[in-house]
C-alpha cells in the first residue's frame, strides 16, 4: 500500500514513513491511494474474532512494511481487556430498540482518543527501536489529546513527551490525570498563557527547522493516518455487534460528535472499504464549521474570536483539520482541485463554496453524510432524557451525538453513537443536569489528591526550547 498527499506531491511513501510524519512536503495530508474493498464474504469471516485479531486484519491492509508477526503482536499488546476494560473492548450499550451507544472510553484517559493513540505509542516504540532513533514529541493541549498522548508514550523507549497546557485553565479531573504521571519521559508544561498561546510556542518551535532537527521534534496531532487507520476497526466492530442478530446484509448508521474530523473520517474510510453502513451523521456543538458544510456546501473557517468555549469542549474548534481527507475523495481525487480549495481559496477568503458542485449534491447518496448542532440547553436536556429513561449517565459530547442522532433516525436501520468520553471529566455540567456527581471508574477515586509532576513556566518560546534543551541529555 502506497501513500499519496491529497495536494498532488508526486512522492509515494509506505506506511512507516508517514508514521513518524506530520503533513505531506506540500501541505497535504497523507491518504492511501485507494481503499482496499472488503466483501461480504470476508465481513463473516470477521464478524466473531477477538478485537485485537480484527484490528491486525484491517491494519495490515493498510500496513505492509511491518512483518505480519510484529504486527499482530503490536495489536495484541494494545488491545488488552487489562488496558480497556472489557474483552469485548468496545461493546454496545443498547439504549432503546436500535438505538446504542458504542462505549470507546474506557481506556486510561476515559476518552476515545485511547483507541488510536495506544496504538501509536506502540508502533513509535516500534519503529523508532528498529532505525535506532529518538522522538521528542511536543505538543498542546486543552485536555483530551494531551492526557491521551501522555498515557500512550509513558515508559516508552525512545520517546519523549513535552506537553504544553495553559495553566490552570483544564478541569481539575484533567489536570489530575496528567500531572500525577511520574514517568521520567513525560514532561507537563503549564503555560502563564491560554491554550493558543500554547498552540503558538508549539508552531514556533517547530517552524526553528534547526532546532526541530537536532532535537528530533515531532507530534502526535489528529492527522496522524496512523491515528485515522486505528479508528477505521471500531467502526467494524460496532458494525458486527449492532447486526449480531439481524440478517448479515442489514446495514447501520453512525452519529459521531465532531471537532476536528477524524473520528468520522474513519468511519467515511470504513464506508469507503465497504462497511454497510448507511447514514454518517455528524454532530457538532455551537461551533458548528462542520453542520453549516453538510447543510450548505459553504466551508467556512471561524476566526478565534468566532469559536465559542463550550461545555463540550473537546469539539470547539474554528477549523477542521482532517475535513480535506474527505473533500479529496467528494471532488474525485482531484489534487490540483482540492489544493485551489485549500490552499488559495481559504488563504485568501477564508472559505469556499460546493453548493454548486455535482459533487455536494451527492453527499447524501454517495457518501452517506449527514448531520446536526447541539447546543448547551441541549446538553443538558439530553443528558437528563437518557438518565431519565434508560438509567444511563453520558458526557456532554456524547450527548451532542444522541441529540443529532435522533433527528436522522431510520426504521429498520440500528443507529450507533459513539460515545467519545466518560461523564466523569465534565463533571460540572452533568452536576447542573442531574444534580449529583457522575459516577467515577475505579482506579480514580481521590486523583485529585497524588502528587503532581509539572513545570509552570511563562508562555515563552525560549524558556520552552530550553527546557527541552535541558531535558533531552
Ligand atoms: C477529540 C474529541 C472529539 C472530537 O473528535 P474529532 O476526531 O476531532 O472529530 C469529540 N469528543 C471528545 C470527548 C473528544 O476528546
Given at each position: 500500500?502506497l ?40 465481513l ?68 476515545f ?60 479531573f ?43 521534534i ?33 446495514k ?36 458548528n ?29 474554528s ?59 441541549d ?29 436522522h ?54 524558556v ?10
Open positions: 500500500m501513500y499519496l498527499s491529497t495536494r498532488g506531491h508526486p512522492d509515494r511513501k509506505r506506511f512507516c514513513e508517514i508514521l513518524l510524519e506530520g503533513l505531506a512536503p506540500d501541505g497535504g495530508l497523507y491518504l492511501p491511494e485507494s481503499y482496499p474493498q472488503i466483501d461480504a464474504a470476508t463473516a469471516k470477521w464478524r466473531d474474532l477477538p478485537y485485537h485479531e480484527l484490528a491486525f486484519e484491517i491494519l495490515s491492509l493498510y500496513i505492509d512494511d511491518v512483518p505480519a508477526d510484529d504486527l499482530k503482536a503490536i495489536c495484541r499488546k494494545t488491545y488488552t481487556q487489562e488496558v480497556f476494560g472489557t474483552k469485548e473492548i468496545v461493546p454496545l450499550k443498547r439504549l432503546d430498540e436500535g438505538f446504542y451507544l458504542e462505549a470507546l472510553s474506557n481506556g486510561p484517559t476515559l476518552a482518543k485511547d483507541m488510536a493513540m495506544q496504538l501509536l505509542g506502540n508502533l513509535f516504540e516500534y519503529e523508532l527501536a528498529r532505525r535506532g532513533e529518538e522522538l521528542n514529541i511536543l505538543g498542546a493541549t486543552s485536555g483530551d489529546t494531551g492526557s491521551a498522548a501522555e498515557y500512550a508514550m509513558r515508559g516508552k523507549k525512545g520517546v519523549r513527551v513535552f506537553m504544553t497546557s495553559p495553566n490552570g485553565r483544564m478541569s481539575p484533567q489536570q489530575a490525570q496528567m500531572f500525577s504521571l511520574q514517568d521520567a519521559n513525560i514532561h507537563n508544561l503549564a503555560l502563564d498563557g491560554v491554550f493558543d498561546d500554547c498552540q503558538d510556542i508549539v508552531k514556533a518551535v517547530s517552524n526553528d527547522l534547526e532546532f526541530k532537527r537536532k532535537y528530533r515531532g507530534t502526535v496531532n489528529s492527522i496522524n493516518w496512523a491515528r485515522l487507520v486505528a479508528q477505521v476497526v471500531y467502526y467494524f466492530a460496532g458494525y458486527f455487534q449492532a447486526t449480531r442478530q439481524a440478517n448479515a446484509a442489514s447501520v448508521s453512525f452519529t459521531v460528535p465532531s471537532g476536528n474530523f477524524g473520528n468520522i473520517c474513519a468511519g467515511h474510510v470504513a464506508r469507503m472499504m465497504g462497511l454497510p453502513i448507511d447514514t454518517l451523521v455528524l454532530a457538532t456543538n455551537e461551533n464549521v462542520l453542520d453549516e458544510f453538510f447543510r450548505t456546501g459553504v466551508y467556512r473557517v471561524r476566526t478565534a474570536a468566532d469559536t465559542h468555549e463550550t461545555s463540550s469542549p473537546s469539539m470547539d474548534i477549523k477542521a483539520s482532517n475535513f480535506e481527507r474527505f473533500v479529496f475523495d467528494l471532488v474525485g481525487r482531484d489534487a490540483p482541485r482540492l489544493k485551489s480549495l485549500f490552499a488559495d481559496q481559504i488563504a485568501a477568503s477564508g472559505q469556499f463554496d460546493l453548493s454548486r458542485d455535482p459533487a455536494f449534491a451527492q453527499i447524501r447518496a454517495r457518501f452517506g453524510f449527514v448531520s446536526g448542532s447541539s447546543t448547551h440547553a446538553r443538558v436536556a439530553t443528558i437528563r432524557d437518557t438518565f431519565k429513561r434508560f438509567g444511563v449517565t453520558i458526557d456532554t459530547h456524547t450527548a451532542d451525538g444522541v441529540k443529532v442522532a435522533r433527528e433516525l431510520t426504521p429498520g436501520v440500528p443507529m450507533i453513537v459513539l460515545e467519545t468520553a466518560l461523564p466523569i471529566k465534565f463533571a460540572a455540567t452533568i452536576v447542573e443536569a442531574l444534580g449529583h456527581e457522575p459516577q467515577r471508574p475505579a482506579g480514580f477515586a481521590n486523583i485529585e489528591a497524588l502528587p503532581r509532576r509539572v513545570t509552570v513556566l511563562p508562555a515563552d518560546v525560549q520552552v526550547k530550553s527546557f527541552i534543551e535541558a531535558h533531552c541529555a
